[in-house]
């Protein structure tokens, strides 16, 4: 019997492998991310403002390093270079885990960690994205795309619960140490890959042009430029952002510990993976339509979620933003590699990267200051007004430079409401590399 049309990459022996290294990674990672802002909540005695200086160094380094780490990963071996980044990762948690175990654990060493795990994350980021169409082949990218953002997900739904229970029974040093051992499970997957079996794209030769090479194809095509630019703006009120926030929406306003606060970050999860598993289902070209709309819903949830009055209404509301937003997200992601020249995947992927979480790494330092001066719902409110104006915006510049939805007839049934077929040149001309 053949898997439902949103597991059908799992049918890949290679992307299977990575998919379930990766989910152990992942919820590793969020265990971490959550013992880390715990953390810098008791370092800085709630300052809202260090929580978001954290979080800006952790993405800040991907919009200065975006293109060239890019450029690195269409010249080198990527599968290789992941193995690397993830063991540096690693590391870094180790180090985290052995200051706060001795109890030295300081605000400025927690920056500069975080700072050198972004600088890290950098090449992590397009590697790890644009590998997957390596792992599939392009008849399938929708589907493992839609399945690492459900795979995220899931992780961002065990990751800080499992997190916030254990904080308050050990401690967050023993998260340190977990997301240490939990990388090892990434790095025994890409060990374990059939690399007869991956789909290469040339390497680039591009040499001293390589650094504007995507984003010369981006400026280049006003589709892709609109979409970038817009997931740019929508990654100011994402969830990236959302975590400098609800650390102080959970002990400020509702009043709850680690423990609560991991199940408020737990309930943006369980929407992101409804929102993920729904995208995987489709097939092809995302519709425009739905990109901007999932961004407009995305606002309009947080907009409802800045006035729940009791945490169990808060926390519902977090399931629509998360939804909307992972939606959102992968329909953008799923357009930005569909439409990229292979040889060119790394760069435009690190371009929309760049963009992306440089608007996490902007907007995380910018709620954490509305929040001291407004108080955390407000701040998730005005957030909310800023992402329904930019889809309007992006909507009035698409109408404005005319552009339509990719040629070919969408596909039946449900997933026909977000894409349209990849137009036929595209598959070819995808498959040929």
């Known amino acids: 019997m053949s898997r439902p049309a949103m597991f059908r990459s799992l049918q890949v ?7 379930w290294g990766g989910t152990v990674s992942n919820i590793g990672v969020w265990m971490q991310r959550t013992a880390q802002a715990w953390a810098v909540v008791v370092l800085s005695h709630g300052d809202g403002l260090a929580l978001g200086f954290v979080a800006f160094l952790q993405f800040f380094p991907t919009v200065l390093l975006g293109l060239g780490a890019g450029a690195l990963v269409d010249r080198v071996d990527k599968v290789r270079l992941l193995v690397v980044t993830q063991a540096l990762v690693g590391l870094g948690s180790v180090a985290l885990g052995i200051l706060d175990g001795l109890g030295i654990l300081t605000l400025m060493q927690v920056y500069v960690l975080a700072a050198a795990t972004g600088v ?7 590697a790890r994205q644009s590998v997957v169409s390596e792992l599939v082949g392009p008849d399938q990218v929708v589907s493992a795309i839609g399945l690492n953002s459900a795979s995220f997900n899931v992780a961002r739904l065990v990751g800080p619960a499992l997190a916030g229970l254990l904080i308050g029974v050990a401690g967050t040093p023993l998260i340190f140490f977990l997301h240490a051992i939990s990388s090892a499970g990434i790095l025994l997957a890409l060990l374990r890959l059939d690399r007869s079996q ?12 390589q650094l504007g090479a995507g984003l010369r194809q981006v400026v280049g095509d006003p589709t892709l ?25 959970a002990t400020e306003v509702f009043g709850v510990g680690a423990l609560g606060f991991g199940l408020v970050t737990s309930c943006l999860a369980v929407g992101g993976l ?3 598993l729904v995208a995987a289902s489709s097939s092809g070209m995302p519709r425009h339509r739905w990109v901007l709309g999932t961004a407009a819903a995305l606002g309009c949830c947080l907009i409802i979620a800045s006035v729940m009055p009791v945490l169990v209404a808060f926390g519902a509301a977090l399931v629509l933003c998360g939804g909307m937003f992972m939606t959102f997200a992968v329909l953008a992601n799923t357009s930005v590699q569909l439409t990229a020249e292979p040889a060119l995947r790394g760069r435009v992927v690190a371009v929309y990267l760049t963009l992306f979480l440089g608007g996490g790494a902007l907007g995380a330092p910018v709620l954490g200051f509305l929040s001291e001066q407004f108080g955390p719902m407000r701040a ?54």
């Open 380 to 433: 998730i409110g005005l957030a909310g007004v800023f992402g329904v104006v930019a889809a309007g915006a992006g909507a009035v510049v698409l109408v404005a430079i005319g552009l339509r939805n990719p040629p070919g007839i969408p596909p039946t049934g449900f997933p026909a409401l977000f894409t349209s077929e990849i137009p036929k040149r595209s598959i070819r001309e995808t498959s040929q590399s």
């Open 198 to 209: 991956l789909h290469p794209v040339p390497r680039s030769t591009l040499r001293g042009r």
């Open 274 to 276: 409804a929102g993920a």
């Open 120 to 126: 890290i994350n950098a090449f992590d980021f397009p």
């Open 225 to 249: 430029a609109t979409l970038i630019v817009l997931s740019g703006v929508i990654g100011v009120v994402g969830v990236n952002s959302l975590q400098v926030v609800l650390p102080l929406a």
């Open 13 to 19: 022996r290679n992307y299977r492998i990575f998919f």
